[in-house]
């Protein structure tokens, strides 16, 4: 049960028992430090939080971005100057057979060393129905795991790439892999590109969230390709395992876009899903992305701390 009487200066409704609440009472442009303060309570208590009917341009979203982080763009756009804030457009005429940005269960950039901490994304044309993004907590699904499996879990480490999704050659191949693709993907299939694609990055299976200290079963759909020390056909079980676990509807939820909505996940405890069923609609979107840290396993015991109160107890 989470104690929502604890806010003073917004209110917080969470959507499910697990993942994500929306918050109300706050016009994001215009905001001090006490109300960023009690926001950035609920971004860690819910993972991912939802604002509405918010008016921001790409300079207000960046502004309120980086109060979280300092802002990040992860790839170079072709054509584009360098421009923190990303703007993502998806055309009335794209058939469904197009892929979209996001269209898996993943969390941002696993297969760097660094994964960004977090991403708020802003609607600017949202489709009359479909196109919702789904989230999924990654604290939450570590707790919902038997006991065995987490003592099990919690030596290994993963290997993450994006050979996952895209080959080893970038070129893609059947089932949920796809070939790398600009018009896509806004980004280029450079050299730099292919040695990241190559690349094999580990990071603990069992992490523990920099902040508030939770454990996080650090699963992150195609992008984990294996587990060191075992061969990638004896980890394939495990990994499937794991990916069905974490996306039980128990640890997730759905938001439904209109124009102004507003997400800010956590993106080293979450993962996310964007729907591709909105053929027919466009959907626009401004997406700034905020630097993150190397992801670090579990403390030692007594290490862990929890997440600080926002008041101290009276
Ligand atoms: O468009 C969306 O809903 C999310 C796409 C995505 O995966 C991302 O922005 O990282
Ligand atoms: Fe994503």
């Known amino acids: 049960m989470y104690d929502l009487s604890q806010y003073e200066k917004i209110r917080v409704e969470p959507l499910t028992a697990s993942t994500g609440?929306?918050?109300?009472?706050?016009?994001?442009?215009?905001?001090?430090d006490e109300i960023f303060a009690e926001i950035k309570h609920a971004f860690h208590e819910h993972t991912v939080i939802f604002f509405r009917d918010q008016n921001l341009d790409a300079d207000s979203l960046g502004a309120f971005a980086e109060r979280f982080a300092p802002l990040v763009t992860t790839y170079a756009r072709e054509g584009e100057a360098p421009n923190p804030v990303g703007r993502m457009h998806r055309a009335a005429d794209t058939p469904t057979s197009v892929r979209n940005l996001g269209d898996r269960?993943?969390?941002?950039?696993?297969?760097?060393?660094?994964?960004?901490?977090?991403?708020?994304?802003?609607?600017l044309e949202a489709p009359r129905y479909g196109g919702d993004t789904l989230f999924a907590n990654l604290c939450a699904a570590y707790e919902g795991l038997a006991p065995g499996l987490k003592a099990m879990c919690e030596p290994l480490i993963a290997l993450h790439s994006l050979a996952g999704i895209y080959g080893t050659d970038g070129r893609g191949g059947v089932g949920t892999t796809k070939p790398f693709s600009y018009e896509a993907e806004h980004v280029r299939l450079d050299d730099e590109m292919l040695e990241q694609i190559r690349k094999r990055i580990e990071h603990p299976l069992i992490c523990s969230h920099p902040e508030s200290g939770k454990p996080i079963l650090y699963v992150?759909?195609?992008?984990?390709?294996?587990?060191?020390?075992?061969?990638?056909?004896?980890?394939?079980?495990?990994?499937?395992?794991?990916?069905?676990?974490?996306?039980?509807?128990?640890?997730?939820?759905?938001?439904?876009?209109?124009?102004?909505?507003?997400?800010?996940?956590?993106?080293?405890?979450?993962?996310?899903?964007?729907?591709?069923?909105?053929?027919?609609?466009?959907?626009?979107?401004?997406?700034?992305?905020?630097?993150?840290?190397?992801?670090?396993?579990?403390?030692?015991?007594?290490?862990?701390?929890?997440?600080?109160?926002?008041?101290?107890?009276?």
């Not at 269960?105 to 994304?121: I, Y």
């Open 21 to 32: 609440a929306e918050i109300f009472d706050v016009d994001i442009a215009h905001i001090d």
């Open 105 to 123: 269960w993943h969390a941002d950039q696993s297969s760097r060393e660094a994964p960004n901490m977090g991403v708020a994304l802003y609607c």
């Open 220 to 314: 992150t759909g195609n992008h984990m390709v294996g587990i060191k020390d075992m061969n990638d056909l004896e980890a394939a079980p495990l990994l499937q395992l794991l990916n069905n676990h974490v996306v039980r509807p128990r640890f997730t939820c759905r938001f439904r876009w209109k124009k102004g909505s507003l997400a800010v996940w956590d993106n080293r405890c979450t993962q996310h899903f964007a729907v591709n069923d909105y053929a027919g609609f466009a959907r626009t979107m401004l997406r700034a992305e905020m630097a993150g840290t190397r992801p670090i396993g579990l403390a030692m015991p007594g290490d862990t701390a929890d997440p600080k109160p926002l008041k101290a107890a009276s």
